[in-house]
Nanobody
Framework: QVQLVESGGGLVQAGDSLRLSCAAS????????MGWFRQAPGKEREFVAS????????YYADSVKGRFTISRDDAMNTMSLHMNSLKSEDTAVYYC??????????????????WGQGTQVTVSS
């Protein structure tokens, strides 16, 4: 039994900052890659950022590069997304995702096999 739970979403104004957290359940933490995806109404779920285990290799979508920072703390079984300079375009449900597999693409939804329930981020302008 594995589970991911997101928290930290909310209603903010453009230019504000927000920190999302993802907690992984279980005694062990074996995810190789963890990441964040988001989905706005009427749009497909899109890649936001990802980070690997041990080497902490990160990738960011061009739309958030320079504004968002992803991190993970395996000792605490948590992952975070620190979002700065938020824009109305960032409004979406944000999902935490993970996989123990070393293969696959960091940006591909189908290569993540564990997902959280999502947390709503709304940015007003």
């Amino acid at each position: 039994q594995v589970q991911l739970v997101e928290s930290g979403g909310g209603l903010v104004q453009a230019g504000d900052s927000l920190r999302l957290s993802c907690a992984a359940s279980g005694r062990t933490f074996s995810f190789y890659r963890m990441g964040w995806f988001r989905q706005a109404p009427g749009k497909e779920r899109e890649f936001v950022a990802s980070v690997t285990r041990t080497t902490l290799t990160t990738y960011y979508a061009d739309s958030v590069k320079g504004r968002f920072t992803i991190s993970r703390d395996d000792a605490m079984n948590t992952m975070s997304l620190h979002m700065n300079s938020l824009k109305s375009e960032d409004t979406a449900v944000y999902y935490c995702a993970a996989t123990a597999r070393r293969g696959g693409w960091y940006y591909a939804r189908e290569d993540y096999d564990t997902w959280g329930q999502g947390t709503q981020v709304t940015v007003s302008s």
